[in-house]
């Protein structure tokens, strides 16, 4: 089984575009530290917090790594999850196996009694979340392999 990984897009968003041909999706020109990619949000994707976008926000979006793209310019990419990025703070979507690495082992999870886990609905997510994709928050992580970090929320994609 082919698990799934999520590649990350930070950046600010420069416009947003509604397709004329489909009502729930929208077209938005990112501009990141690459250049300029365009994402698009349709009603498949998950919303972090159920935000209204807008034009100067900061974002971090995630797509599957493993879906085909057209080889187009700017990069066009149909984002799976997006969110606002905080300042100093960083967004993780990934699989995390059974001891909560993750699937590319760049991050390792340190569960803390403080760390706020809940379903992608937004109620609280009271059975295990190893071996799952989650949508990790942190601030700070160690500089090891893989590093490791006590997140102060999780989401756990249902």
């Given at each position: 089984m082919q698990?799934?990984?999520?590649?990350?897009?930070?950046?600010?968003?420069?416009?947003?575009?509604?397709v004329r041909s489909e009502c729930c999706q929208h077209n938005l020109t990112v501009r990141t530290r690459e250049g300029i990619v365009n994402v698009i949000?349709?009603?498949?994707?998950?919303?972090?917090?159920?935000?209204?976008?807008?034009?100067?926000?900061?974002?971090?979006?995630f797509y599957d790594a493993n879906v085909?793209?057209?080889?187009?310019?700017?990069?066009?990419?149909?984002?799976v999850a997006i969110g606002r990025q905080v300042l100093n703070e960083t967004i993780v979507m990934n699989?995390?196996?059974?001891?909560?690495?993750?699937a590319d082992n760049s991050l390792k999870l340190n569960i803390a009694r403080s760390t706020r886990i809940i379903a992608?609905?937004?109620q609280p997510f009271t059975c295990n979340i190893r071996n799952r994709v989650l949508i990790v928050f942190y601030q700070t992580s160690t500089r090891s392999i893989p590093a490791q970090t006590t997140p102060s929320k999780i989401i756990v994609m249902c």
């Open positions: 698990t799934q990984e999520f590649i990350p897009i930070y950046g600010t968003i420069q416009s947003i575009q509604p949000v349709g009603a498949e994707t998950y919303v972090i917090k159920d935000i209204s976008l807008r034009v100067g926000m900061s974002i971090a979006a085909p793209v057209p080889l187009i310019f700017p990069p066009q990419y149909r984002a699989f995390f196996d059974n001891n909560l690495v993750s992608s609905n937004g």
